[in-house]
């Protein structure tokens, strides 16, 4: 089961720290392939922290850990970085700014996360 | 390397010579007397039949810096068809009203310009002023450092000492590389930061007991006079562009009186209240003033119809320009010192309230008696834009160009006006003296602005043409301390140029006032503030007193 | 044998703390103090080890490299120099020379940042403030699309939220804190009154308040996500406040609105002055993107997206642009500097930089440098070169050389190239 949910991403300190020890360090890894979700959006996909989603749009998928944050319904956010920038597309709107926020994504589970998650409501 | 420039007219008005026909020989970058040179091994160029005068010298112009270039980064449209395309080691650049910094050195070589004095910086972004100056080829400069809202200053004037200001003003100038004291609106601009301004000269500056626009003049005036500047407190009046500011000028004046200082843009502040609103032109009332008094110096700032970008220090006038002008405005305030703003402007001859103002400058320039006094400018760019000093040339030397200009402006402007009885016209002598001569001697520039031995080598050459504008736009030879830069109105070659700044004395215990005063008043740190020995490369101080 | 430097400016993000302390024993920097943790990680995880020049993933010792680059830039017919943000300006006025000269197309990271925010000031203009004006008088704070919580960490302290100043003695206490945004941010959280806007409805709700401050009756309730008593309760307040400043960032300039979003802002901002003082700052992100716009400004009259392709400067967003050049294709080599493309463009114009020969400045191991052509592994400035960097608030600010490590810097480098190329 997937779903369309919106997307932004933006600066944190973990992504911040990890890009100084460099990007291809594991700090870094587990900084940027994080996604937020909104609780019941998680609860309705059927995953808990911890779990994995593979996010994709018509760029690529990346697949990434999922952490329960406060985020209104339907809003997932995603530090910036490389992993993110495989689901940016080319659109820049004539501005030269891609589409870092407000990016639809396609969301599908690909593990429910530790116990407790019951997988896909029906 | 030596030159000789041979048999030209030449027009020195600091050394008497008045279109005499001489030759001028330069030796290392200098003017000097004839027998030092081998004529045998200089370069000799025959100057027969044309005007040789010093290089121009800019005395008032914003041409760099934090608010000038936010004036560039505003204006993308102004640029377009005002590009410069590189030529050979020459760069490129753009920009109608705000031209990009080689753009700049160039356009100001090919009219055979030298020096230039950049009129207004804070000395917290001083650094920011200094390298865009290093981008800036072919011309000497120096900076005019912002003084009358500063908090350090405004300080000593309420604790009432004097001491403390003055040792500060020379630590001031030594820290941001500066050259002169400049005032713009003093305490207006920091009564800006609280939504409002000052509208007479003792008006109370917000905060600050017992200061006012007076003392703050008083004050400054008295510390350049202790100091021993080399120029003399370069004044932005209160009320600038308002219906009161020619009297408030000339009260600034009188409270001034025998204390040398300089009044720049004056146009700007020589209104009076007119029938509906509309200005009325005040430049007799002022000139006399000026005419009375020898210790003061004045610069016009002449409107010239077209685009302009009006950009000041000055941060209650520009908003005020922009509630009046409407359209795009920028607004910039600076902790502890400063302020200032931008708003773009068109200046029409059919607009009665431009009609006026250009009436004004025309009138300064006519009725101020003594050409050593007052200066050609146009307060770049608010005024308009520096490459139109060739068309107020003609202005002022063509009697009849005047007239006929004078009659395409609009009606309510002309009604009453003094403009079209005053038939003087300016000589080339004269106009070296509002060029040159003048500016540099005001300036204390003893190597600038004259043609005598020991003089710097910076020469420029026109072939003299029945329409002034014409003559001036396109110099045959520009030399900047002895080497060609610019050739038949386009520059040839790139030298650096020097930053003038001075070097005046000061107890060093105010370093530790100020350092302690730091912690509070800023967010940099004060080991951070001081523009260092090598940040800029050609700096040469100039000693005072 | 151990030394200590005082005020030290950090050059990481554009608040350009300047008063960090760092020791340093021979070469090594041991500790830093009063730096964010971003600012930690700058000077603390810098390599000093000796560093040659690579061609192609081979070393190379520097002249060879150079020689390599100038060769590859001779050949391009649409070069594309690109980054400058983590640079100095001494070395960005190399950037736009070497730029000049070989016609190239040259931008900085403002593109992705705030360029949207530069299209808005040509627009309509931008009351803006130094950050000491904030510090010193701002009574209320309105933080829009912005985090400083984890994009600038010592801004509430040194600049805004809890410094203090000659008007605000108690901090947080002397004012009233704002915060609007899709989501309730760890800056939200510090917030008096958080404001939840509905994503891709911010300049609906700039433009009711523009509405409301002039007495106009915006209709709806919520508009854009937000009850209307709270936006009229914030116009109350902005009217009648002593110095109120916005802050702003990638919350306006990312989302569809892009620029028409910052032009609705800042016309709010210039509209609030009619009665009370307003400011607004944008949030600059890089250490030095600010002096990237600088330069570029002064050089060419344009900030970013410039191209020298006609021999004379050329601005066009869209065009000039570098992901928008990139994606298109419409480069055939790439000088990266001071930034890491390669990491933080979309995919799209990431690979395209794969296809091209790229001409890489860069100390650290960057995926921008993993790919280089021809890789200067240069000197940071900040950490082992001085320069000189501009604040988000445009104040410039000396960078100090902590450590000496002996290696060239961007400036000299590109220096070296741009005579290398006129040969």
Redesign the interface.
């Known amino acids: 089961m997937s779903e369309r949910l919106?997307l932004?991403s933006?600066?944190?300190?973990k992504q911040?720290?990890g890009?100084?020890?460099?990007?291809?360090s594991p700090e870094y890894h587990a900084a940027t392939e994080l996604v937020e979700m909104n609780p019941e959006d998680m609860a309705r996909l059927g995953v808990a922290d911890g779990g994995r989603l593979t996010l994709r749009t018509e760029?690529?998928e990346i697949a990434m850990t999922v952490q329960a944050?406060?985020?209104?319904a339907g809003?997932v956010?995603v530090p910036?970085?490389?992993a993110v920038?495989?689901?940016?597309?080319?659109e820049?709107?004539?501005?030269?700014?891609?589409?870092?926020?407000?990016l639809t994504v396609e969301v599908e589970v690909v593990e429910a996360g530790p116990a407790g998650a019951e997988g896909p409501r029906s | 390397m030596m030159l000789g420039i041979l048999g030209g007219r030449v027009y020195d008005p600091r050394n008497g010579r008045d279109g005499q026909v001489a030759d001028i020989w330069v030796k290392d970058g200098r003017v000097v007397a004839a027998d030092e040179v081998d004529r045998d091994r200089a370069e000799l160029v025959d100057a027969a039949g044309l005007v040789v005068m010093p290089g121009g010298v800019e005395v008032h112009s914003h041409l760099v810096g934090a608010k000038v270039n936010a004036g560039r980064k505003l204006r993308p449209e102004d640029h377009r068809g005002h590009e410069r395309a590189r030529v050979g080691d020459l760069r490129s650049g753009a920009g109608g009203t705000v031209p990009s910094t080689y753009l700049s050195g160039y356009l100001y070589s090919e009219m055979g310009y030298t020096t230039i004095m950049e009129a207004a910086t804070a000395p917290l972004v001083a650094r920011h002023t200094h390298e865009e100056l290093e981008d800036m080829p072919n011309l000497d400069k120096g900076v005019f450092i912002t003084m009358g809202n500063n908090h350090f200053i405004m300080k000593a004037i309420s604790e009432g000492r004097p001491d403390m200001a003055r040792d500060y003003v020379a630590w001031l100038l030594k820290a941001s590389r500066g050259y002169a004291i400049k005032i713009v609106n003093p305490g207006g601009v920091e009564n800006w930061k609280w939504g409002t301004n000052v509208r007479e000269l003792d008006d109370a500056v917000i905060g600050y007991e017992g200061v006012t626009p007076r003392r703050i003049l008083e004050t400054l005036a008295r510390v350049n006079d202790e100091l021993g500047l080399p120029h003399v407190p370069h004044i932005h009046g209160i009320n600038l562009g308002r219906s009161t500011s020619a009297r408030t000028t000339v009260e600034t004046m009188r409270t001034l009186k025998g204390v040398p200082a300089h009044y720049c843009h004056l146009q700007f502040l020589s209104y009076g209240e007119g029938p509906q609103h509309i200005h009325s032109c005040e430049a007799p009332s002022v000139a006399e003033v000026v005419n009375a008094d020898p210790s003061m110096t004045v610069d016009v700032g002449q409107i010239v119809f077209g685009q302009a970008t009006t950009m000041t220090s000055d941060g209650p006038l520009q908003h005020m320009l922009h509630q009046t002008a409407g359209g795009r405005w920028m607004n910039d305030d600076v902790e502890s010192e400063s302020g200032g703003g931008i708003v773009p402007i068109v200046y029409k001859r059919t607009n009665p309230v431009n009609a006026t103002m250009w009436r004004t400058g025309l009138e300064l320039f006519l009725l101020v008696e003594d050409p050593w006094r007052v200066f050609l400018t146009t307060d770049h760019p608010n005024a308009g834009c520096f490459t139109s000093y060739p068309q107020v040339i003609k202005l002022l030397m063509d009697r009849g160009y005047r007239r006929e200009r004078f009659g395409g402006i609009h009606r309510r402007a002309r009604r009453g006006a003094l403009l079209p009885e005053l038939e003087r016209e300016y000589s080339l002598y004269e106009i070296a003296v509002i060029t040159r001569a003048g500016p540099a001697r005001a300036l204390g520039l003893d190597k600038k602005g004259h043609l005598g031995v020991g003089a710097d080598a910076d020469i420029a050459v026109y072939s003299e043409q029945e329409d002034k504008e014409a003559m001036f736009a396109r110099p045959r030879y520009v030399f900047k301390d002895g080497v060609l830069v610019a050739r038949d109105g386009a520059v040839v070659a790139e030298v650096p140029g020097r930053t003038f700044y001075v070097d005046a004395p000061y107890d060093p215990a105010i370093e530790g006032e100020i350092r302690a005063y730091f912690e509070n008043a800023y967010t940099v740190a004060y080991e951070n503030y001081a523009v260092v020995t090598g940040e800029v490369a050609h700096t040469e101080p100039v000693a005072c007193g | 044998m151990s030394t200590v430097v005082e005020h030290v400016a950090c050059p990481f993000c554009g608040c350009v703390c300047d008063d960090l302390t760092v020791e340093v024993e021979g070469a090594r920097i041991v500790k830093v103090k009063r730096a964010c943790s971003s600012g930690q990680g700058v000077f603390m995880e810098y390599d000093p080890s000796p560093r040659t020049a690579r061609v192609r993933g081979e070393e190379a010792d520097w002249d060879a490299a150079v020689a390599e680059a100038a060769a590859i830039l001779r050949e391009a017919d649409s070069p594309l120099i690109y980054g400058l943000s983590s640079a100095a300006s001494e070395a960005q006025r190399k950037a736009v020379e070497l730029a000049d000269r070989i016609g190239a197309v040259i931008d900085s990271t403002s593109s992705v940042c705030h360029g949207p925010t530069g299209l808005a000031m040509q627009a309509v203009g931008e009351p803006t403030c130094t950050l000491g004006e904030i510090r010193d008088r701002a009574d209320l704070l309105v933080f829009w699309g912005c985090n400083p919580d984890q994009s600038h960490l010592r801004h509430f302290a040194r600049y805004s939220l809890n410094a203090k100043g000659a008007l605000t003695p108690n901090g947080r206490a002397d004012r009233t804190m704002y915060v609007v945004d899709v989501r309730e941010t760890g800056t939200a959280k510090k917030a008096d009154h958080f404001l939840q806007v509905a994503p891709g409805h911010d300049f609906e709700v700039l433009t009711a308040l523009r509405l409301l401050v002039q007495g106009g009756e915006p209709e709806g309730d919520p508009i854009g996500g937000v009850p209307r008593a709270e936006l009229e309760e914030l116009v109350e307040r902005l009217k009648s406040c002593r110095y109120g400043v916005f802050f702003m960032g990638m919350g306006l300039t990312m989302t569809a609105a892009r620029q028409h979003n910052v032009a609705e802002l800042f016309t709010l901002v210039a509209e609030l002055n009619e009665f009370a003082k307003c400011s607004v700052i944008p949030m600059r992100g890089h250490g030095n993107v600010t002096g990237a716009d600088q330069v570029l400004t002064w050089t060419s009259g344009y900030p970013f997206a410039v191209s020298y392709a006609r021999g004379y400067p050329q601005f066009m967003p869209g065009e000039f642009t570098a992901v928008d050049v990139l994606v298109r294709g419409a480069a055939d080599a790439a000088v990266i500097l001071a930034s890491d493309p390669g990491a933080h463009f979309p995919r799209p114009a990431a690979a395209h930089l794969e296809a091209i020969p790229t001409i890489v400045f860069d100390h650290g191991p960057s995926v921008s440098a993993a790919h280089a052509t021809v890789l200067f592994p240069t000197a940071a400035y900040g950490v082992d070169a001085a320069g000189t960097v501009y604040r988000m608030d445009n104040v410039p600010i000396p960078l100090s050389k902590v450590i000496e490590t002996g290696r060239p810097t961007d400036e000299e480098i590109l220096g070296r190239l741009i005579e290398a190329v006129r040969t």
């Open positions: 919106t932004i933006g600066r944190t300190r911040a720290i890009m100084h020890k460099g990007k291809d760029v690529g944050g406060t985020l209104p809003l956010f910036m970085g490389t920038n495989g689901l940016v597309g080319a820049t709107l004539g501005t030269g700014m891609p589409s870092f926020k407000g």
